[in-house]
C-alpha cells in the first residue's frame, strides 16, 4: 500500500513537471552582455505589447558565419544605428547570424527603429547578410522559425500574428528578394497587412 502512494505521488511529481520538459522550443539567444553591447541611450516599451506584427529584414551588410565574428558585427550594426543615424540603440528587435544564432537587439516588448508604422507593435528580425544577392541559409531560417515559435511560447507575440517584409511598409528592397520569397511562403504571411 504504502509502495502504490509512493508511486502517485511520484506519477503526480511528473506530470508537474512534464511541461517544463516539453517546453523545447526556445533556442539559444546570444545576449547583449555576450556581444559586449553598449547600454541604450534609452528606452520605451511597445504600445501594442505582446505585438501582432513580424517584420523581417535584412542587414545590407557582410554576412557572418562565425560566433566571434557576428558579435563583431553586432557591435558594428549597433555603432551604425546609435553613431550615426542617431538612434537609442540597434534598431531591430533581434538579429540572425549566418552561425545559426540568434543575437538580442533591444529584445522583446521594446519599441524599435526599423519600420516606422510597425514600431510600436511588431517584433523587428533582422537576418543579417543581403538577401537581395544571394539566398540566406537554411540555419538563418530554421533561427527565424525557432525565434517565433519561442515568442509565441513565451506569449512575447499573440497567436493570430501577421509575418510581413520590411517593403511591404515603404519603398525598399528589404528583406532582399530571396528571403521575400522565402517568407511569403510561411503560415501567417500578410499579404495585405494594416
Ligand atoms: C560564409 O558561408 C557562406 C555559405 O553559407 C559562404 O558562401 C561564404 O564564403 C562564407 N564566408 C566566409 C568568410 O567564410
Ligand atoms: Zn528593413
Same mark, same amino acid.
Given at each position: 500500500?504504502?509502495?502504490?502512494?509512493?508511486?502517485?505521488?511520484?506519477?503526480?511529481?511528473?506530470?508537474?513537471?512534464?511541461?517544463?520538459?516539453?517546453?523545447?522550443?526556445?533556442?539559444?539567444?546570444?545576449?547583449?552582455?555576450?556581444?559586449?553591447?553598449?547600454?541604450?541611450?534609452?528606452?520605451?516599451?511597445?504600445? @501594442?505589447? $505582446? +505585438? /501582432?506584427?513580424?517584420?523581417?529584414?535584412?542587414?545590407?551588410?557582410?554576412?557572418?558565419?562565425?560566433? %566571434?565574428?557576428? *558579435?563583431?558585427?553586432?557591435?558594428?550594426?549597433?555603432?551604425?544605428?546609435?553613431?550615426?543615424?542617431?538612434?537609442?540603440?540597434?534598431?531591430?528587435?533581434?538579429?540572425?547570424?549566418?552561425?545559426?544564432?540568434?543575437?538580442?537587439?533591444?529584445?522583446?516588448?521594446?519599441?524599435?527603429?526599423?519600420?516606422?508604422?510597425?514600431?510600436?507593435?511588431?517584433?523587428?528580425?533582422?537576418?543579417?547578410?543581403?538577401?537581395? @544577392?544571394? $539566398? +540566406? /541559409?537554411?540555419?538563418?531560417?530554421?533561427?527565424?522559425?525557432?525565434?517565433?515559435?519561442?515568442?509565441? %511560447?513565451?506569449? *512575447?507575440?499573440?497567436?493570430?500574428?501577421?509575418?510581413?517584409?520590411?517593403?511591404?511598409?515603404?519603398?525598399?528592397?528589404?528583406?532582399?528578394?530571396?528571403?521575400?520569397?522565402?517568407?511569403?511562403?510561411?503560415?501567417?504571411?500578410?499579404?495585405?497587412?494594416?
Amino acid at each position: 500500500m504504502a509502495f502504490e502512494l509512493a508511486n502517485v505521488a511520484h506519477i503526480a511529481v511528473l506530470m508537474i513537471m512534464l511541461p517544463c520538459f516539453v517546453r523545447t522550443t526556445c533556442p539559444n539567444i546570444i545576449s547583449r552582455q555576450e556581444w559586449n553591447a553598449a547600454a541604450p541611450s534609452s528606452s520605451k516599451s511597445l504600445r @501594442e505589447n $505582446p +505585438p /501582432s506584427y513580424v517584420v523581417v529584414h535584412h542587414s545590407v551588410t557582410r554576412m557572418c558565419n562565425t560566433t %566571434e565574428d557576428c *558579435k563583431l558585427l553586432m557591435k558594428s550594426i549597433q555603432n551604425t544605428h546609435m553613431n550615426t543615424n542617431g538612434w537609442e540603440d540597434i534598431g531591430y528587435n533581434f538579429l540572425i547570424g549566418n552561425d545559426g544564432n540568434i543575437y538580442e537587439g533591444r529584445g522583446w516588448g521594446i519599441h524599435g527603429a526599423h519600420a516606422i508604422s510597425y514600431n510600436a507593435r511588431s517584433l523587428g528580425i533582422c537576418l543579417i547578410g543581403n538577401f537581395e @544577392e544571394y $539566398p +540566406p /541559409s537554411e540555419s538563418q531560417l530554421q533561427a527565424l522559425r525557432e525565434l517565433i515559435a519561442c515568442s509565441l %511560447e513565451e506569449n *512575447k507575440l499573440i497567436e493570430d500574428y501577421n509575418l510581413i517584409g520590411h517593403n511591404q511598409e515603404s519603398a525598399t528592397l528589404c528583406p532582399g528578394k530571396y528571403l521575400y520569397n522565402e517568407i511569403k511562403t510561411w503560415s501567417h504571411f500578410n499579404n495585405n497587412p494594416k
